[in-house]
């Protein structure tokens, strides 16, 4: 299993549609995951951490699995302005730095 | 605060050049590092730093050196540009608290080696 995976996508939705993006990892010792945006030519943004079971904040909910190793990002009533790359981030075995996914590509449109 | 700045924005290199991408941050992160991204990968890590004076190799460091001399600066040098290096190279930092996890990116400087 690679470090980090993530369907590239892309997903092409309708404005007030709900995506789902599920991300693999195979570090079993992870403790903490993190989902960062990347719009179109700019810098990564954090976007949310899970440090347990998930994280919900206002549309976006992250939640985690352990036993198959997986983290999801949810988005409810998704926006023209959620169009963008959704990375997904681990930290690697020795705790000294992030590592991420190729990304998943979100458009939405009206 | 600024942030993160990176300069310069954009560069073209003639293979075998070397060049300097600079990276200060003002907000007295002790964490910082560097990444490459290529077309539809992930990010990479070139280099990273716990502090003035501690530098160390991340996933991708051949043809690249760093210094931090200060809290506040992390140059990254190509000492001989490659049209492997041609990439998008993006600084970040972390506060003290939160090594490795919340990490504050600069806008990124696009590199083409030709």
């Not at chain 1, 995951?33 to 179109?40: A, K, L, N, P």
Request: charge should be positive; glycine fraction near 8%; include cysteine.
């Amino acid at each position: 299993r690679k470090e980090v995976e993530q369907d590239p996508g892309p997903f092409n939705v309708p404005e007030g549609a709900t995506v789902a993006f599920n991300c693999t990892y195979s570090n079993s010792a992870s403790q903490s995951f993190f989902w960062y945006r990347q719009d179109c030519r700019k810098e990564p943004k954090l976007l949310m951490s899970v440090y347990s079971s998930g994280n919900e904040d206002g549309r976006f909910t992250a939640q985690l699995n352990r036993a198959s190793q997986y983290i999801s990002l949810l988005i409810r009533d998704s926006k023209l302005s959620d169009s963008a790359t959704y990375l997904c981030v681990v930290p690697n075995q020795a705790g000294t730095a992030l590592i991420f996914g190729k990304g998943t590509t979100l458009s939405v449109s009206s | 605060n600024a942030g993160v700045t990176q300069t310069p924005k954009f560069r073209i290199l003639k293979i075998g050049q070397s060049m300097t991408l600079q990276c200060t941050q003002d907000m007295n992160h002790n964490y910082m590092y560097w990444y490459r991204q290529d077309p539809g990968m992930g990010l990479k890590l070139i280099y990273y730093s716990v502090g003035a004076g501690i530098t160390d190799k991340g996933e991708v460091p051949n043809g690249y050196n760093v210094s931090r001399s200060t809290t506040e600066d992390f140059p990254l040098r190509l000492l001989s540009a490659a049209p492997s290096q041609t990439s998008v190279y993006f600084c970040a930092s972390s506060p003290p608290d939160r090594f490795a996890y919340e990490q504050y990116f600069g806008p990124g400087t696009r590199l083409t080696v030709t």
